[in-house]
């Protein structure tokens, strides 16, 4: 049971037939059956996420890491604690989060959140925004196994033909552009675009002309931190973690909270 | 006995007291001490990886992701046979390996396998290069549950007080800049980089100088290809899993091989 939930568990959403195990284990596949039968209850049971069989041919076992709303709740309002640290803020009004979003262990666990936001969507690619969206993106393509593909901001792509957009960042107000290699996102690909943060929308707009030239689509966005400001944003469908409304550098507080989702107020996206 | 694993292997090298188990599943130390016993022996017989016990007031258990050389070797004649691909060989001798750094299965494997190579030097960070090796980084950090830090190209950094140093690319042979945010490394720190390329061993070797600026040290180097040449390298302790030899753009041919690491004809480092 240990070895079949260590397989399951490493490689999460990929549908294992149970003959895989009854050939690395030797045991019969009635066994097998049970095994996977007490799993999927001690799964439930510790929610530790969901175990699901298929029938048929193609038939198998899969694992989908997933969080119940109480745990998304309580990662929401430990991270906001944390990020409420005057330390972070930073000259400009910005909020230092690179160490929290560079700890595997919890960046792991914010990918399984957003594979539980997107289970509906079964997204084929999980599209990152160099350079510090990575990890988070990164984990989530992990949480449903499938590739992860990084958007290069500027033309510097070396990587054979490449496809290109403008784009304005909400940060510099400024028009750039971003790239990707041709041959990262297969035509009618269902694309899942992660990040870190989401103030205007317009790097999140950008993805999405970007996925049009790929004759891709995009399948949800997902931004651990969304800036109340602007209230109007370029994209109309996304889902955060957490909401951030500003810092004030003379007091020293920064204004950060679960968002909506992270408190289930809503169903997502 | 499957909770105890989740957890062990969803958090590893991080020790896990006994008591944890204890509350969690409501049952007595001496069940928990069973349990973990027969955890041990099953890794060992399926080669998961290796579970320690500490004993003492700090002591309890931990899960250490490692493969066997077996599973080493096979890995990296694996990589090497999907980079034989002469769809791979880009304009200027290059290869493309993004898509293969994409994956987050086979990438946090390859993280399973530095972990092993690097086992005895326990690192308190990894360090990436942005961008190609940070997943590779990532799943490397993870499988030590030690944080990532990203070393920036150019001096772009916006989180406060950085960093830099000079470095020689060995693909651009241009001087150019690498960064970090200053409170990313703590004093004393012991360091492993991680990346997916090594020409000339110029990036790692700025690596070195930009540790001794944060008083920290580089206590391993590994990295998914070495090129063969130049046969002289600015840094000479590193570990490789592939040898690239370059590739005929006439005939369409890849020379990569297994390293002498990844067949385990030497101890490692």
Known sequence: ???????????????FSLGTFTEALGVAK???SEDIAALRQICERFQLGRLETLAGAAGGVRYMPSCTPMQVRSLAADLAARLRDPA????????????????????????????????????D???????????LA???????????????RGGRVTEGPSVSVNYVSGSSRMVQ????????VPQGARALFIDDFLRGGGTARGVYDLMRECRAEIC???????ATQPREKLVDRYVSMLTFDGV??????????????????TAGE
């Open 138 to 152: 990164l984990m989530t393509a992990r949480a449903f196994n499938v590739p992860l593909v990084t958007i290069r």
């Open 248 to 265: 004030d550098e003379h007091e020293g507080t920064v204004r950060i909270a679960p968002s909506r989702w992270a408190l289930g107020e």
């Open 1 to 15: 049971m240990v070895v079949i939930g260590h397989r399951l568990f490493h490689e999460p959403h990929k549908v």
């Open 30 to 32: 009635s066994t097998i």
């Open 177 to 184: 552009q971003m790239t990707l290699p041709l041959r990262a």
């Open 220 to 226: 949800g966005i997902g931004v651990l931190i969304e």
């Open 88 to 123: 972070r803020i930073l000259p400009g009004g910005f909020l230092y989060t690179t160490d929290l979003l560079s700890l595997p262990a919890l960046v792991s666990r914010l990918g399984d959140v957003f594979a539980t936001f997107f289970a509906e969507q079964r997204p």
């Open 125 to 135: 690619v999980v599209l990152a925004m160099e350079v510090k969206g990575i990890p």
